[in-house]
């Protein structure tokens, strides 16, 4: 039996990004043939995948490619911010981008099965996510795209990774811009004051109609109460409507028409929005087992 030696171990982690025990293993496996132990960690790889793809995945990257009027957008998310500046992470990211925008595929299932390789992984998409998860040790996955096609003009912006616009509009490309970076920053929720959603101007009446009873006032000033907090709501979140990061005199609307550009429409990710983090509260662990241990004993 060969030595397995600590060098030995570092170089087949070198090569693989294989966590250390995963290493020394298949170099005991392999009796010390780094060649044979690097195919048998491929091997074992994809088996990882499905011991991760249990782990909540609330960090991640957006991603954007645009070629002419077709452009994508997408979500691929990871366990630790740690994995967000990984270059294979974020190589399958963009690639995902880009594969979108020529493939057109109808849904996530569908995004996967597109021929891709990457790192030594294929030949699908889904191949390389696996393969990956196995190389870095961390769940991940696609969580959502969208396509734009048609006869708009695309403009995107990102944040860092972590926040993207694609705007379709119709005139100035640099004003295009500037809306988009405005969303990422201001984050509308919708074009113009119309566009709102009605459960969303529903849940900001309610939370007026509670202020507004614990106010004490008549009725009928009571009711105007009501009705200005849901107007200076509609406001506040329609992108037309609120004022221009670069320039707080003017409505993004106003700065729009100044620059003889429309927006059509917009579409921002945030990574994690709504996704559950897990959060691990170390001193609620212990006090739990320390509360086993006294009924044990």
Request: a negative charge.
């Given at each position: 039996?060969?030595?397995?030696?600590?060098?030995?171990?570092?170089e087949?982690?070198g090569k693989?990004?294989?966590?250390m025990?995963?290493?020394?293993?298949?170099?005991?496996?392999?009796?010390?043939?780094?060649?044979?132990?690097?195919?048998?960690?491929?091997?074992?790889?994809?088996?990882?995948?499905?011991?991760?793809?249990?782990?909540?995945?609330?960090?991640?990257?957006?991603?954007?490619?645009?070629?002419?009027?077709?452009?994508?957008?997408?979500?691929?998310?990871?366990?630790?911010?740690?994995?967000?500046?990984?270059?294979?992470?974020?190589?399958?990211?963009?690639?995902?981008?880009?594969?979108?925008?020529?493939?057109n595929?109808?849904?996530?299932?569908a995004?996967?099965?597109?021929?891709y390789?990457?790192?030594?992984?294929?030949?699908?998409?889904?191949?390389?996510?696996?393969?990956?998860?196995?190389?870095?040790?961390?769940?991940?996955?696609?969580?959502?795209?969208k396509?734009?096609?048609?006869?708009?003009?695309?403009?995107?912006?990102?944040?860092?990774?972590?926040?993207?616009?694609?705007?379709?509009?119709?005139?100035?490309e640099?004003?295009?811009?500037?809306?988009?970076?405005?969303?990422?920053?201001?984050?509308?929720?919708?074009?113009?004051s119309?566009?709102?959603?009605?459960?969303?101007?529903?849940?900001?009446?309610?939370?007026?109609?509670?202020k507004?009873?614990?106010?004490?006032?008549?009725?009928?000033?009571?009711?105007?109460?009501?009705?200005?907090?849901?107007?200076?709501y509609?406001?506040?979140?329609?992108?037309?409507?609120?004022?221009?990061?670069?320039?707080?005199?003017?409505t993004?609307?106003?700065?729009?028409?100044?620059?003889?550009?429309?927006?059509?429409?917009?579409?921002?990710?945030?990574?994690?929005e709504?996704?559950?983090?897990?959060?691990?509260?170390?001193?609620?662990?212990?006090?739990?087992?320390?509360?086993?241990?006294?009924?044990?004993?």
């Amino acid at each position: 039996m060969a030595a397995i030696t600590a060098s030995m171990v570092a170089e087949l982690r070198g090569k693989t990004d294989a966590p250390m025990m995963e290493c020394k293993k298949a170099l005991t496996e392999a009796d010390g043939d780094m060649a044979k132990a690097e195919e048998l960690l491929r091997v074992k790889l994809g088996s990882k995948a499905g011991k991760a793809a249990s782990r909540v995945t609330a960090e991640g990257v957006v991603a954007s490619f645009i070629a002419g009027n077709t452009g994508a957008m997408i979500e691929v998310n990871c366990e630790t911010d740690f994995v967000t500046k990984n270059d294979s992470f974020l190589g399958l990211t963009q690639a995902a981008a880009e594969l979108i925008v020529k493939h057109n595929p109808a849904d996530i299932a569908a995004l996967g099965t597109l021929s891709y390789s990457q790192d030594g992984f294929g030949p699908t998409l889904e191949d390389v996510r696996k393969g990956l998860i196995g190389k870095i040790g961390e769940n991940m996955s696609f969580r959502r795209f969208k396509r734009f096609e048609g006869t708009n003009q695309l403009a995107a912006y990102l944040h860092g990774t972590r926040i993207g616009v694609m705007v379709e509009f119709a005139g100035d490309e640099a004003a295009a811009k500037d809306v988009a970076m405005h969303v990422a920053a201001m984050k509308p929720v919708a074009l113009t004051s119309a566009d709102v959603p009605a459960e969303l101007i529903e849940r900001e009446r309610s939370v007026a109609t509670a202020k507004a009873a614990e106010s004490g006032k008549p009725a009928d000033i009571a009711a105007k109460m009501i009705e200005g907090s849901v107007q200076k709501y509609l406001k506040e979140v329609s992108l037309f409507n609120q004022p221009f990061v670069k320039n707080d005199k003017q409505t993004v609307e106003q700065m729009l028409k100044e620059r003889a550009t429309a927006v059509k429409s917009f579409t921002l990710y945030v990574v994690g929005e709504g996704i559950e983090k897990k959060v691990d509260d170390f001193a609620a662990e212990v006090a739990a087992q320390v509360a086993a241990a006294k009924q044990a004993g």
